[in-house]
């Protein structure tokens, strides 16, 4: 079974969630597939058995001794990546999104391209299981491939070590990395908080999962932060027929949790927050 | 004196640390003195700032791409512009003669279109989102992003959002988190950057993945705590260390996070925090080295 757990807005708590999903059971395969801010590993500080280079795409560049200064390949570039200043070429690295265009175009094959090739996926052990996740490097698309490779990951350890539930931690947004996060999983949670900006967040992802038709699950973090904002989203939920599962009051023992590298069923297993966790767990 | 445009970025590796707070919350001080301003939302996933700031809609616009559409008939199922495409948008089957466009997967970069010898391809507008822009006082105005569902990335959107600020315009861009590529595109055109953090572990490891990329940008940087008092003291440790500047810090308070929550201003709500982002906004400037402000 894979759980996926996403968010829309960030720093609601899907990570201290996804951590706590992770101790509840022994033995679970967790997935970190928020890979431009792969934190989980900060809590777990799992055992690396596997290091692989992830190629995230390609950038073109300009041979100085080739190129004529023509201006061709700039006519072509939709990205505004290439400019010329006192007529010399030249791309900017940032702009350029690897289509090739340019050096298909080139007269004089001026142009070559580079792989990116400075993002990692990584694999190995940590105190309740397996774990992967993938660290894309700055600057590099979040694609959604690297996720992808994430969680074919996390599938083949659960298939070597006999693991029946994989827990993916999604990335925040609605883009490409979350999509390819909640593709074809048993069941999304979508974590929010009692804010506007949170209801707002929320809507956009519930638009995402049905999209898709996954069964999908809402918890409320720091709900008594505002509960007449909590009211809101529980009402909103109801009209679109998606069951909030849990509440879950302020606690700052969560932090500390995580300045102590524990999820907070580790931490505080008698706390509310560690209740209404694992009962919402349990319903799943 | 005329003043120059000056664009600072508000930014963070994790979400949720207050991005979007310290943005409409500058931006609402430098309002209410009068200062042509213009905040650009740039979380084009997940746009939030309007609902902070209350103001008309002035203008819309959508952001689209080019897709190719390839006429059939015409076509000799070469496979060439298949070849040409990097993004596996062209799905293509020599053999049973199927070929298809896959639009989720275009980033209209128009490759195809150069490929195809016999003219079987043609252009149709695909539409990525809208920038919506709003007027909230004479002199003050809201950019928004917003970035339509479903679409590969948020990049074509922010930068449409951006190009519609005035270039001598004080700008505000509220970045997208992460240190991927939008983030990269919003901060590459900034002048200064404000990242926002939170003082736990989780944003200490992810403040420091987005100041060693601002490093490498040559990029001007000063560091918000939000939240302090909760979490640890790994954040001011690092700050220290590294001699970076710590342009305010903000304490963990069920009050702020309540007038958040409900869409309220902080510095609407308490005159000493409106005296706190005004300061903050003159550090920036005499650190950029601009006090024409």
Known sequence: MEIAVISGKGGTGKSAVSAAFATLNENVVLADCDVDAANLYLIFNPVIREENVFVSGQKAIIDKDICTNCGICMDYCRFDAITENNGEILIDETSCDGCQLCARVCPVEAISMIKEDKSRLYAGDFRNGKMAYGRLSPGEENSGRLVDVVRDKAKELAIASAIDMIIIDGPPGIGCPVISSVTGVDRVVVVTEPTLSGLHDLKRTLEVTSNFNIKTQVLVNKYDLNETMTDNIEAYCGEQGIAVTGKIPFDPQVVEAMVHCQSIVEYAPDSEVAHVISKAFEVI | ?293
């Open chain 2, 1 to 293: 004196m005329e003043r120059m445009g000056l664009k600072i970025a508000i930014a963070s590796g994790k979400g949720g640390t207050g991005k979007t707070f310290v943005s409409t919350n500058l931006f609402n001080v430098l309002m209410q003195e009068s200062v042509p301003v213009t905040l650009v939302d740039c979380d084009a996933e997940e746009p939030n700032d309007r609902e902070f700031i209350p103001g008309d809609n002035t203008n819309s616009f959508d952001v689209t791409q080019e897709v190719p559409v390839i006429d059939t008939a015409t076509c000799t199922f070469c496979g060439k512009c298949a070849e040409y495409c990097q993004y596996n948008a062209i799905f293509f089957l020599q053999e049973e003669r199927v070929i298809q466009v896959m639009e989720d997967l275009c980033h209209g970069c128009g490759a195809c279109f150069v490929a195809c010898e016999y003219r079987a391809i043609t252009p149709k507008e695909s539409v990525l989102g809208t920038v919506n822009s709003f007027q909230i006082t004479e002199n003050t105005t809201l950019i928004e992003a917003r970035m339509k569902v479903g679409v590969h990335s948020p990049v074509p959107v922010v930068k449409a959002a951006i190009k519609q600020a005035k270039p001598t315009d004080l700008v505000l861009m509220d970045a997208p988190p992460g240190t991927s590529c939008p983030f990269i595109q919003t901060v590459n055109l900034a002048d200064y950057v404000i990242l926002v953090t939170e003082p736990t572990p989780f944003g200490l490891s992810d403040l420091k993945q987005s100041v060693e990329t601002l490093k490498s940008m040559g990029k001007r940087y000063g560091v918000i705590i939000n939240r302090a008092g909760l979490g640890d003291e790994g954040v001011f440790n690092y700050l220290e260390q590294e001699k970076i500047s710590l342009l305010m810090s903000i304490p963990f308070d069920r009050e702020i996070a309540s007038v958040y929550s409900t869409g309220k201003l902080l510095t609407n709500e308490f005159l000493e925090w409106k005296a706190k982002f005004r300061e903050l906004f003159n550090i920036i400037t005499a650190q950029y080295g601009n006090s024409s402000y």
